[in-house]
């Protein structure tokens, strides 16, 4: 099959998926509503994607199979093993992540005016990458200026409690506890669900142009899903839905 239909096929699947009722984990609390439903639906990109649950804690349910796969993405993806591993990977999104970088190249490229921008453009003109991620770092660092990848960063903290809880190297107490100041952090930086897809697809080609030249339309899709599926997580639960303190 041609790489084209390949990636058809697939984006057709994972909407199919994306719209049906996903199973929740034995035993497991469901949210559907409230603050913790709503922290939950910041993982709704990544959890779509790997074709998990979004309405509980632990993304899958546990099985010898679901855990050993979900060990080897943490081991594969972040380099954690353990615990001390995870607490090692959430501080290090706490103090910065890839927001630090984004914000400080962001800063220099929107410093420029538009001959020094376009003649920086013009020097990497072989690296066609690069290009294409400065001109996005650019125009969303003046968009979001100092709250650029905080949807990135902090969607993806949330879903590693989320894997630490499921693994057992977080408590549920000790989850929550991460995850709704989190959760906060990341109401408090945006004004919309659209605002904070926009900004975790951005951090996403950031992080790895290979990566969304692989599979990015499949994450662009489940972001179109999200904001116009009356079945979404992200439509049924507003923005500014009450978190808490």
């Known amino acids: 099959m041609a790489a084209g239909r390949l990636m058809n096929a697939r984006t057709i699947v994972l909407a199919v998926l994306v719209a049906m009722p996903l199973a929740a984990a034995a035993k497991d609390p469901v949210y559907t509503t409230g603050p913790r439903a709503w922290a939950l639906a910041t993982t709704a990109m990544l959890t779509y994607y790997n074709r998990e649950a979004i309405d509980v804690l632990a993304p899958d349910v546990k099985t010898d199979t679901s855990v050993a796969m ?106 929550w506890r991460r995850i709704m100041p989190a959760a906060r952090t990341i109401q408090g930086s945006f004004r919309s669900w659209i605002q904070f897809g926009d900004d975790y697809l951005v951090g996403r080609e950031f992080w790895s142009s290979d990566e969304m030249d692989r599979n990015g339309k499949v994450y662009r899709d489940i972001g179109k899903w ?20």
């Not at 599926?229 to 009450?242: E, F, Q, V």
Request: charged share 30%; hydrophobic share 40%.
């Open 70 to 175: 979900t060990r080897r993405v943490l081991h594969d993806w972040w380099g954690i093993d353990n615990r001390q591993d995870l607490i090692r990977a959430l501080e290090f999104l706490e103090r910065g992540g890839h927001r630090v970088d984004f914000q400080r190249m962001g800063q220099s490229l929107a410093s420029m005016n538009e001959a020094t921008f376009k003649a920086t453009l013009a020097a990497e003109r072989s690296h066609s990458r690069r290009v294409r991620v400065m001109k996005l770092t650019r125009e969303h660092f003046r968009a979001c200026r100092g709250n650029s990848l905080v949807a990135w960063d902090y969607g993806r903290y949330i879903m590693l409690c989320r894997w630490g809880y499921m693994l057992g190297f977080l408590t549920e107490d000790e989850a």
């Open 226 to 245: 999200l904001r116009n599926a009356p079945r979404s997580p992200w439509r049924r639960l507003p923005w500014r839905t009450d978190l808490g303190s």
